[in-house]
Nanobody, 123 residues
């Protein structure tokens, strides 16, 4: 099992900044992609940003250069720096990770989600 725990969500005013963190724990062979998704009330979960173990990143169009994803492979952590926040960014932000791990004598793929952290942007 690979567990993910997010932190850093808060209430912030429009134009403000937040930094989300996610820590992965458990046993695994390779942690490949880590990333962030979000889900606003009444909407489907959507991709925000991803980063591979080699540091390649992808971002949703709505990020518009405001968010930066980073990763510390040694600590099994992924971060999301969010600047110039807008009320439309209000959502629960979920950490995601995939890779593979040993199960008995086999290597099996995994994908894990955290429980989410609430980000509210409001004046």
């Amino acid at each position: 099992q690979v567990q993910l725990v997010e932190s850093g969500g808060a209430l912030v005013q429009p134009g403000g900044s937040l930094r989300l963190s996610c820590t992965a724990s458990g046993t695994f062979r390779i942690m490949n992609v880590m990333g962030w998704h979000r889900q606003a009330p009444g909407k489907q979960r959507e991709l925000v940003a991803t980063i591979t173990s080699g540091g390649s990143t992808t971002y949703a169009d709505f990020v518009k250069g405001r968010f930066t994803i980073s990763r510390d492979n040694a600590k099994n952590m992924v971060y999301l720096q969010m600047n110039d926040l807008e009320p439309e960014d209000t959502a629960v932000y979920y950490c995601y990770a995939d890779g593979n791990r040993y199960v008995g004598g086999d290597v099996r793929n995994f994908n894990s989600w955290g429980q989410g952290t609430q980000v509210t942007v409001s004046s």
